[in-house]
């Protein structure tokens, strides 16, 4: 069901202002409360519709499931039913939520049953993800990355605008939002040395993503077309992709990252869809130098989406440190997804592929420390008046976006992590 296509939607559940979770979002996570199993959540205000429930209480018939997938502890087995059924769930949903429907409405004990609190669920990492992936699409980044790494060289290598640059990330060491974690260690090279030392990361940064979720497996060699892409997505979240600069200056050359990347990243607990993400879909930078028939695409295929991110301090309030959007993305979904495949490569359900960090063109849209500091040589000042070069023991990293057009508002919740001191 289309929102463009329709009256204002109207609700029955209350819905705060600005909430992240109107009517027009329903995002999917997994969720427990009251000592029951992980179960499939849809957000709506601040409750989350247990799916499961829904399903047993007889809500969800049309959808002509034969059993209850929605206890499952993970969103694979719902995912695989395919888009269709994400559509017509969503559609249910809609009519179940609306406010001239009573069919659920007047139903106390089953509304009590369905809707719970926020404050009294924990959120659990929605998938199994087998395998992850990161891009490095934003041109904005990989420039600012390339003069800092190769001051004498050009900022971006001869593949850059030719192909959706990328590699294969470590899949086990994605955690939910509100993971926190120790700061890595491992070798470095500081400056004017001859050897390398070991011990922590003194350069921690952050990196602001978004990633896809793939929804639809294609068999091991048969690429998927870009023009086809979209109906093998399910939904996109936000993504924390950790990194050790210090770390990573030393390892990249010449394999690329490896132990600067895979002590954690971090991911939002809501999944929005494609669905959902429909109105506010936008045209994508353009494309200056000619690229490959298979990774030619129509239409708008970039979202609007603002990405806030925020550093608190232990003991002081957030600071606003960047703000970017999804939409400055040189290579769009589409195009990432298309190249992942062109050599045969087989996705699976649950797998994520990251962006890479987004960075426009402005300084406080850069989407790292690495850039906003310059490589530390420009400390940035937060609200309470520290100093930040690079991410500090005791530091709360906080990611939060929506998309927003006249009364539309859709956003995935906050994606946010603590660096712990090494014990």
């Known amino acids: ?4 296509q329709q009256s204002p939607l109207t609700t029955w559940v209350e819905v705060p202002e600005n909430s992240d979770f109107s009517i027009y979002n329903l995002p999917y996570g997994i969720f427990s409360y ?6 499939v959540g849809v957000a709506i205000g601040d409750y989350v519709i247990d799916m499961a429930s829904l399903y047993k209480r007889g809500y969800l018939d049309v959808l002509f499931l034969n059993e209850n997938i929605f206890k ?9 039913l395919g888009k269709p059924y994400w559509t017509q769930t969503r559609k249910r949903l809609l009519e179940l939520l609306d406010r001239n429907n009573m069919t659920l409405q007047l139903k106390k004990d089953d509304v009590a049953a369905i809707l719970i ?6 959120m659990h990492l929605p998938l199994h993800i087998g395998n992850y992936t990161d891009f490095y699409s934003s041109q904005e980044h990989a420039t600012n990355v390339g003069r800092m790494f190769r001051p004498n060289g050009e900022p971006l290598l001869p593949n850059w605008k030719h192909l959706p640059v990328a590699y294969h990330g470590r899949a086990s060491s994605i955690r939910i939002s509100g993971t926190d974690f120790h700061r890595p260690q491992g070798q470095l090279m500081p400056d004017g040395a001859t050897m390398p030392i070991f011990g922590p990361s003194q350069q921690l940064d952050f990196e602001v993503e978004m990633a896809f979720v793939v929804g639809r497996e294609n068999e091991l060699g048969h690429p998927i077309s870009a023009s086809d892409a979209e109906k093998y997505i399910f939904g996109i979240l936000l993504f924390n992709d950790w990194s050790a600069r210090d770390i990573q200056k030393w390892e990249y050359v010449p394999l690329g990252p490896f132990l600067s990347k895979n002590f954690v990243s971090t ?3 809501w999944i929005v869809t494609l669905d959902a993400l429909e109105p506010f879909r936008c ?6 130098v000619p690229i490959l028939p298979y990774l030619h695409v129509e239409g708008k295929k970039s979202f609007d989406i603002q990405i806030e991110t925020y550093i608190k301090p232990q003991e002081s309030e957030p600071s606003l440190v960047s703000l970017t959007n999804h939409k400055y993305l040189y290579w769009n979904i589409s195009q990432q ?4 495949t062109i050599n045969g490569c087989n996705m699976q359900i649950g797998d994520l592929c990251a962006s890479g960090t987004i960075s426009g063109k402005e300084p406080n849209t850069f989407g790292s420390m690495l850039e906003l500091t310059c490589r530390g040589e420009r400390p940035i000042t937060l ?5 930040r070069t690079f991410i500090l023991d005791g530091d709360k990293v906080i990611m939060h976006a929506f998309a927003q057009k006249d009364q539309i508002r859709v956003g995935f919740g906050r994606c946010e992590s603590t660096v712990l001191q090494i014990v």
């Open 72 to 80: 499952s502890p993970t969103l694979n087995r719902f995912i695989g």
């Open 1 to 4: 069901m289309s929102v463009n």
């Open 267 to 269: 991911i939002s607990p």
């Open 34 to 39: 009251n000592d029951k199993k992980p179960r």
């Open 337 to 340: 997804l298309a190249h992942h």
């Open 283 to 288: 045209t994508s930078p353009i494309q200056d």
């Open 117 to 122: 609190p926020m404050t009294k669920v924990q």
């Open 383 to 387: 609200s309470d008046g520290s100093i």
